[in-house]
Every structure is written in structure tokens, then in C-alpha cells.
């Protein structure tokens, strides 16, 4: 459900009111307040579909109904009181709470993965919550050290190789590890939950021009060619380091897989050509994970005006990485 101040209880009800009643292989359930997503899709919304309140302890095979939107509740107090628009931190560990049973449940095989809704990192935060986002408290939750932040569409898929950080920092960070991680864990994602054989892996520069050879900047010559180089001997099909300001004209298209050194690097040129059906994936985890590209949009939450589509490519995603992890595990 995400952020209950913020559109993720629209578009998750969006999503969800699109399945209902198909003849469909994706059947949403929706972790959250029952009392929120009530409120939400009567008042908000006005939608004529009905809800389905789902117990946790109960089976979802027995309780789920494809004509209605399910929610599983998990709330601990009333959410009368959510002031839609702005930050709500007394409901920040009922949040983390949604986020929780969503991974138990994927850990424990009662869900494939699950598509997590914004949420905001002031709210989560002031709110005494664990973790602000949702990646540190994914790999708490999962135990695991190495994942990569990816963002997939149709048009384009890019991992970072460093995330939200000032752009000071980004240099330092640059190392030969950090890079042999992020490359593995791209090539393992895109393999096993893409389903790609033999995937071409683009590599871009830190520097313009990527470093002209040092005279830009040391990073391309001292780290990003030699661990290319390094896969290259593996027999990976991997190029670079390009410069990212031509490869964004033309050459991102001759690629499966694009790593990018950081957050703007990656992202600008990512919503320009994917912001509606773009794809947050947290690679690299045990779980499959996946959320829309945007925010928790405050600005237009409770106008019914919130566009669902990042989050209906979100919830098919969860499908299309579950299916290949099938396929590969059968091999």
C-alpha cells in the first residue's frame, strides 16, 4: 500500500481493480489497512469493485476472490485521521509492518514477489521506522549484502553502480569491487529473472568523453577498464566505457543491460524515455521486488489523478521475473 498519505493506496488500487474479474495468471493482493483502502476507493476513487478483506493467518488460495480487490489487513490503529497530501510519521511502523509481511510471505512461498508502493523516507523516518527506504530494509529483512538497485522498461534497463549519494562522493566510490559486484549481479538478474542466454552489457565512463584517456579523469582508465576487461576474459559480452552522453543517442538501443556509474547518469535519460512504464527492481535478493520509478507524489494525492501504469508494469514484472526463475531453476 505504501505510503497512506501519499497515491501509493490509489495506484495499488488501480492495479489491483484492472485484474479483477479477468482471466488472468496475476492475482494482486493488496498489504495494508483495509480501513485505508476502503476509505480510499469509496471516496477517492468511487469505485463500484468490491473489497475482499483477507485475513493474514488465512489461505489466500481459499480467501481470494478474482472479482473483488483483495487486502490483506494489517493495520494497528484507525486511519480516519491520514491527512492525504503530507507527511503522517505515527504510521510509519505500521508500513514497515505491510513491507514485512510481504517479504515473510515471498520468503515463505505464499506469494511469487510483490510490487512495493512509494513511501517516503521523512515519514518513515520521524516515525521511528527502522530503516527510510525500502532497499535497506529489504536487504535487512532478506539478510543479504548484495543487491543493485535496476530500473527496467521496455525501451531501456540500467543498474547503478552507486545510488542516492552527493555527486562529490561518487568518484571515491568508484572501485574495481564495487564494479565486479554490480556487473555480477546485473549479469546473474538479467540471465536468470530476464531469461536473457547471452546478454550484451554496455559499461558507461564516470568522466566526459569517459576520461579521454586520463586526461578527464583516472576512474575509466585505473577501474572501469580493467574489470571490463576482466569479463571480457570470461567470455562475457560486455563493451565500454562508453560516454554517456553519445551512447544516449543511439548506442543504448544495440544493448540488453546498461551500468551506470550513478543516480542522474542512469535516471535522466531513463524517464525521459520510460517514465510512465518504467520499473524499479531490487536485483540481486532471494525475493523479487519491484516498485513504479516515481515518488509518493503528495502534490496530488486524494485527486484521483495519479497515473497507475509504473505500477501495473511493476505488478507484471513480479510475473515475468517469477516465470524465468521457474525456467531456470527447472534447467
Not at 493495520?75 to 485521521?81: A, E, G, L, R, T
Not at 562529490?168 to 536468470?192: F, G
Not at 509504473?310 to 521457474?326: A, D, G, H, T, W
Request: proline share 5%.
Amino acid at each position: 500500500m505504501g505510503d497512506p498519505g501519499g497515491i501509493g493506496p490509489e495506484i495499488a488500487i488501480k492495479s489491483s481493480k484492472y485484474f479483477a474479474g479477468k482471466n488472468e495468471c496475476i492475482k494482486p493482493v493488496i498489504f495494508g489497512s483495509f480501513e485505508h483502502i476502503a476509505n480510499v476507493s469509496k471516496k477517492i476513487i468511487k469505485t463500484n469493485t468490491p473489497l475482499n478483506l483477507i485475513s493474514p493467518e488465512s489461505s489466500l488460495k481459499k480467501s481470494y476472490n478474482n472479482e473483488k480487490i483483495n487486502v490483506i489487513d494489517l493495520s494497528s490503529k484507525s486511519y480516519d485521521s491520514v491527512k492525504l497530501g503530507t507527511v503522517n510519521p505515527e504510521y510509519a511502523k505500521d508500513v514497515e509492518r505491510y513491507i514485512e509481511t510481504a517479504v515473510d510471505f515471498s520468503l515463505n512461498g505464499k506469494i511469487c514477489g510483490f510490487a512495493t508502493a512509494p513511501i517516503n523516507k521523512d515519514m518513515m523516518l520521524k516515525g521511528m521506522a527502522r530503516f527510510g527506504g525500502h532497499t535497506e530494509l529489504l536487504g535487512y529483512l532478506t539478510g543479504s549484502d548484495d543487491f543493485a538497485m535496476l530500473f527496467y522498461s521496455k525501451k531501456i534497463i540500467t543498474a547503478l553502480a552507486t545510488i542516492h549519494i552527493p555527486l562529490s562522493e561518487v568518484p571515491a566510490k568508484i572501485t574495481k569491487d564495487l564494479l565486479r559486484n554490480i556487473i555480477n549481479i546485473s549479469l546473474n538478474w538479467i540471465k536468470k529473472d530476464f531469461g536473457k542466454k547471452n546478454p550484451r552489457i554496455a559499461v558507461l565512463g564516470l568522466n566526459p568523453h569517459a576520461g579521454e584517456n586520463g586526461r578527464i579523469g583516472v576512474e575509466e582508465k585505473d577501474y572501469i577498464i580493467p574489470v571490463v576487461e576482466e569479463f571480457r576474459n570470461k567470455n562475457e559480452n560486455i563493451e565500454g566505457p562508453f560516454p554517456a552522453d553519445s551512447f544516449f543517442a543511439k548506442r543504448y538501443k544495440d544493448f540488453d543491460l546498461i551500468v551506470s556509474m550513478y543516480h542522474d547518469q542512469a535516471l535522466i535519460p531513463f524517464k525521459l524515455l520510460s517514465f510512465n512504464k518504467g520499473v524499479n527492481v531490487t536485483a540481486g535478493l532471494k525475493i523479487i521486488r519491484t516498485s513504479p520509478v516515481h515518488g509518493t507524489a503528495y502534490d496530488i494525492a486524494g485527486k484521483n489523478t495519479a497515473d497507475y501504469e509504473s505500477m501495473l508494469e511493476s505488478v507484471k514484472l513480479v510475473r515475468r521475473i517469477s516465470e524465468n526463475r521457474n525456467k531456470w531453476t527447472e534447467r
